[in-house]
């Protein structure tokens, strides 16, 4: 008798967060740099905000049985095997674990639930460095970043698809840090490559062309000259309206970042999605001024 081989079920293995590096540099650290916080880095760094500690505590205490559990038992009734479950901090960002589960949920829930089978692009909005001290100080214009974004994608799109009932479709986020961890804050945002009109059909914004192929020469496609370039100039502008609003600067803060010949910041979007192979097109080039307007990124 041959014997039929059967693949194991999965077995739950919980984690041991105390053993991670960066659960021991925080339980060791961490108090002592809260309590030096406001003398040696608030003036950097902004103000100590306690959402950050309510974030570390919590996260010291994920995954940890001592902290609470579930008592998981099987339903079967020749199983009845039992074990414990501890709960988890649900936070993202900070925690590994419960920030990756929160990414994988957010993905699929976007894929299959928000995102309509339509071509996308993605953009990602950012700002000068020497505009990102006053969105550090006073972190309410953060949100503002977000609906800018939102309002230059829809000014320019139906100026585009020449309806002004249109709408597209977009999904943003604040990102505050770069990939150094230095405070960098910009919009991530992923887009519609076109507009929805009133009767639920999507219509692809126009092409040089004239047709709606997957190329890379769209009304939209990477400019040679950002000057020429209608998301750039409007995010820009208004990226601008909102700090004179704010008094944080003023025309001749903005005539000096217009004037100055160094790399632009702003908003890219990137090539329309491919079906069948990844875009193998050079990275732009750094761009010629810094000014506040739109990166386009492939």
Known sequence: MVALSQKPAPVYRPRRPRQSPLYRILERFFPQFEQLYSERYEKRYGFWRPVIGDVVRKFLRC??????????????????HEMFVPFS?????????????????????????ICLPVPHRQYVWTIPKRLRIYFRHDRRLLGRLSSLAWETILETYR???GDQDALPGMIAGIQTFGELLHFHPHVHALVT??????????????????????????CLSRFRDPGNDPVHDLWRRKVFDLLLSEGKIDQETIDQIDGTPAAAE???????????????????AATARRRA??????
């Not at 929805?196 to 190329?215: A, E, I, M």
């Not at 890219?268 to 193998?280: G, I, Q």
């Not at 307007?293 to 492939?298: D, G, V």
């Open 293 to 298: 307007s739109p990166r386009r990124r492939t």
């Open 193 to 218: 490559d076109g507009v929805f009109l009133p009767d639920g059909t999507f219509r692809q914004l126009p092409h040089k062309n004239g047709t709606g192929s997957n190329q890379d020469d769209s």
């Open 159 to 161: 100026e585009l698809a």
């Open 266 to 284: 702003g908003c890219e979007p990137n090539r329309p999605p491919r079906t069948k192979s990844r875009s193998t097109a050079p990275k732009p």
């Open 63 to 80: 995954g940890d049985l001592h902290f609470g559990f579930a008592r998981v038992r099987c339903s079967g009734s020749e199983c009845a």
């Open 89 to 113: 901090c649900r936070q993202r960002c900070l925690c590994p674990s419960c920030h990756q589960k929160r990414a994988l949920l957010l993905a699929d829930r976007m894929a299959h639930q």
